[in-house]
């Protein structure tokens, strides 16, 4: 049943994306607003499809640190989910990505329209700049910037390891950071075709304020999501000790 369960989502998820753009072409024609109201529907559509069909819930607290303006949306990577699965919350984001995804017919559209902060990896040094660059025009402008702090999906429970970019345009523009943890990797697993039933627990942890050395913050962050992202893991295995078999706890 969990198998069937998870093909039936997959299905749907998919058509319902590529419906949304679609229909939400025009949106492309208006401004990055219009585009945002498409990728918020896209993200409550596949929260509610994940509940229906596989009987994966989310559990978001902390809801009230969230603050007003411009700052740095930091959340743990583990799959697509913590893609689409905040964007409810904030009103004028952008998130720093890799240029090539903007390439992708129709998708990378609406990320060319939302005007978010594309760069070229493989420029390595430069790439930060770059994002660095671009990330100070979209933060003036008194939005939020998604920044997933290690550059790439890693499985729940694994090892950390964060890369100090974030740490850099934290410590280039003056405003707090956010930092988000989240247990979503034990449901919805990188590379995995499964989706498990039960509660994602997210946490939107204490604001870190602006102003910090970039060592200090870089410490401070990794190890207020790392405490708290164990804290969530070992309170789902509290709950759901099969689930253990989705950690990798040798990333």
Same mark, same amino acid.
């Given at each position: 049943?969990?198998?069937?369960?998870?093909?039936?989502?997959?299905?749907? =998820?998919?058509?319902?994306?590529?419906?949304?753009?679609?229909?939400?072409?025009?949106?492309? %024609?208006?401004?990055?607003?219009?585009?945002?109201?498409?990728?918020?529907?896209?993200?409550?559509?596949?929260?509610?499809?994940?509940?229906?069909?596989?009987?994966?819930?989310?559990?978001?607290?902390?809801?009230?640190?969230?603050?007003?303006?411009?700052?740095?949306?930091?959340?743990?990577?583990?799959?697509?989910?913590?893609?689409?699965?905040?964007?409810? %919350? =904030?009103?004028?984001?952008?998130?720093?990505?890799?240029?090539?995804?903007?390439?992708?017919?129709?998708?990378?559209?609406?990320?060319?329209?939302?005007?978010?902060?594309?760069?070229?990896?493989?420029?390595?040094?430069?790439?930060?700049?770059?994002?660095?660059?671009?990330?100070?025009?979209?933060?003036?402008?008194?939005?939020?910037? %998604?920044? =997933?702090?290690?550059?790439?999906?890693?499985?729940?429970?694994?090892?950390?390891?964060?890369?100090?970019?974030?740490?850099?345009?934290?410590?280039?523009?003056?405003?707090?950071?956010?930092?988000?943890?989240?247990?979503?990797?034990?449901?919805?697993?990188?590379?995995? %075709?499964?989706?498990?039933?039960?509660?994602?627990?997210?946490? =939107?942890?204490?604001?870190?304020?602006?102003?910090?050395?970039?060592?200090?913050?870089?410490?401070?962050?990794?190890?207020?999501?790392?405490?708290?992202?164990?804290?969530?893991?070992?309170?789902?295995?509290?709950?759901?000790?099969?689930?253990?078999?989705?950690?990798?706890?040798?990333?």
């Amino acid at each position: 049943m969990l198998v069937i369960r998870s093909l039936v989502f997959n299905i749907a =998820f998919y058509v319902v994306l590529i419906g949304l753009l679609i229909v939400g072409l025009p949106a492309l %024609f208006i401004d990055r607003f219009a585009v945002f109201f498409v990728a918020r529907l896209w993200g409550k559509a596949s929260l509610w499809l994940l509940r229906v069909i596989c009987g994966t819930k989310v559990e978001f607290r902390g809801a009230e640190h969230i603050p007003t303006g411009a700052f740095i949306i930091a959340p743990k990577h583990q799959s697509i989910w913590d893609v689409f699965a905040f964007l409810q %919350f =904030f009103n004028d984001f952008t998130f720093i990505l890799k240029r090539e995804l903007t390439w992708i017919p129709f998708f990378g559209w609406y990320l060319w329209r939302g005007e978010l902060t594309a760069i070229n990896r493989s420029k390595g040094a430069a790439a930060l700049s770059e994002a660095t660059t671009q990330a100070a025009a979209h933060l003036a402008q008194g939005r939020q910037l %998604f920044i =997933f702090p290690e550059g790439t999906r890693r499985p729940a429970g694994a090892p950390p390891r964060y890369k100090f970019g974030v740490a850099h345009i934290y410590g280039e523009n003056n405003v707090p950071c956010l930092p988000v943890a989240h247990n979503a990797g034990m449901f919805w697993a990188r590379r995995s %075709f499964i989706r498990h039933p039960g509660t994602v627990l997210v946490e =939107f942890l204490p604001l870190i304020e602006a102003g910090i050395p970039k060592q200090a913050f870089f410490a401070r962050l990794q190890e207020t999501m790392e405490a708290a992202s164990n804290r969530l893991i070992d309170e789902t295995l509290a709950k759901n000790p099969e689930l253990a078999a989705t950690l990798d706890r040798n990333g």
